[in-house]
């Protein structure tokens, strides 16, 4: 059964900016020579990973709305250089947008069943080039 994470997106106020630094990381990869795929560290390492990579998301929640997924492509726990357990959680670098959830602030990661994850906006309306701020509106209007 497919199981997803949710996590607040820190530091990211819109989907664009997102976007505009996994592209960043990922030039940054690119011209270290470094293997071109994108991770995110966590503290804390899932326990249900068979779930989670059958198929899972990682939702991002925005400015209070989940707002857009990546697809989990592996989870790899480690230690830092200080002995202190971390996660390295591999996303597939593309952004899928979701319809808007609202979402009450959490600290770390939380799992999301997949029957309670937003549905992702497919077509004309889920075009890279809606400004988000279209995007928000044409939701509040139950028109997306």
Known sequence: MTLHLLKLCVGAD??????AWVDF????????G???EQLHTTRMVPTRKDELLDGGSLYWVIKGRIQVRQHLIDIRPFKDEAGIKRCDLVLEPRLILTQYQPKRPFQGWRYLKAEDAPADIRGVAASAEMPDGMRQELSELCLI
């Open 14 to 19: 819109s989907v664009e900016s997102l976007q």
């Open 25 to 32: 990381r990922l030039d940054e990869k690119r011209m270290a």
């Open 34 to 36: 470094e293997p071109l």
